[in-house]
């Protein structure tokens, strides 16, 4: 465990970097990944990029790896809605002995082992349950603030590789470690995740299904998938954020992905109630919209 993905990554990262790794990471990846990145380029190792969610990018950015590689990826995109596919990437670093190093923290606690009818699959154990990946070459990291509530991190892997881990990371040394009362906040997540979390996860897929059918009913299609952070275009998306807020509902606006156009979402959890998204939904048929050649509102 970790205070945050920030202690552990970095940990991690200079970690491979002593060990002669080359590092190959999405080009959409996580702003936290990114600055452990850069402390692996500043020790002088060498750093690239794949398009984002593309095997086949990985594989020409491997041809021309020198020494090990460690592939650096965001086990699901919010922005995509979809989970980056890590079979194909494992299978890429399986011929060299690389490392897949994912930041899991959007899928840990919704996405799970793939059984029953529940899209989210069950058990919420994250991307690799998931996509049923168990490997040697894995290593993953994720906090347990998102999904669980509580304000520290894990990293998961190997058992020779998690005890040179400890043996050689320098944050828990020179950095305080997680309070108790955290670990115990952590412990307790884990507690109701084993007795209440199915149930839960069933009731936000609920309110999730409810927003996208009331926002499609009022002429928006939004994107994130059965993902809980939902969100919509329109090139006024701060001014809408900004109503929003306004009328007690906050939102977020952002730019997705590069060069793409700005988005309104929101944050959907298992403690909302119908009412709140019908809310939401209504106040939608109010924004002016940027109509597109097929009468559809902004479609993303």
């Not at 329109?234 to 007690?248: E, K, M, Q």
Request: glycine share 12%; net charge positive; charged share 25%.
């Amino acid at each position: 465990m970790g205070p945050s993905t920030l202690h552990l990554l970095w940990d991690l990262v200079g970690l491979l970097s002593g060990d002669g790794c080359e590092f190959i990471a999405d080009e959409e990846c996580y702003p936290v990944s990114r600055w452990a990145l850069e402390r692996a380029a500043a020790a002088g190792s060498r750093v690239r990029w794949f398009r984002h969610h593309d095997p086949e990018s990985l594989w020409r950015a491997l041809r021309h790896c020198r020494s090990r590689p460690a592939v650096v990826s965001d086990g699901f995109c919010p922005a995509c809605g979809v989970g980056a596919p890590l079979a194909g990437y494992l299978e890429a670093v399986r011929r060299r002995s690389g490392w897949l190093v994912i930041d899991d923290t959007q899928a840990l606690g919704i996405f799970g082992r793939r059984t029953g009818p529940s899209p989210y699959g069950s058990g919420g154990g994250g991307s690799a349950r998931f996509q049923g990946l168990d490997d040697p070459g894995l290593l993953i990291v994720a906090s347990l603030a998102k999904a669980f509530g509580a304000p520290l991190a894990c990293l998961l892997g190997p058992r020779s590789f998690i005890r040179k881990f400890e043996n050689e990371s320098e944050t828990r040394v020179h950095c305080s470690p997680p309070p108790i009362a955290t670990i115990d906040g952590g412990l307790e997540a884990m507690h109701w995740n084993r007795t209440r979390g199915g149930a839960d996860r069933a009731r936000l897929l609920g309110l999730v299904r409810q927003f996208r059918s009331g926002a499609f009913a009022a002429g928006w299609r939004a994107a994130g998938g059965v993902f809980p952070m939902q969100s919509i275009e329109h090139p006024d998306a701060l001014a809408i954020h900004r109503d929003l807020l306004a009328r007690g509902i906050r939102t977020f606006a952002r730019r997705p992905h590069a060069g793409e156009n700005p988005r309104v979402g929101l944050i959907i959890n298992a403690r909302h109630r119908p009412e709140d998204l019908a809310r939401v939904t209504r106040q939608l048929h109010n924004i002016p919209s940027r109509r597109s050649s097929n009468g559809k509102r902004a479609i993303i």
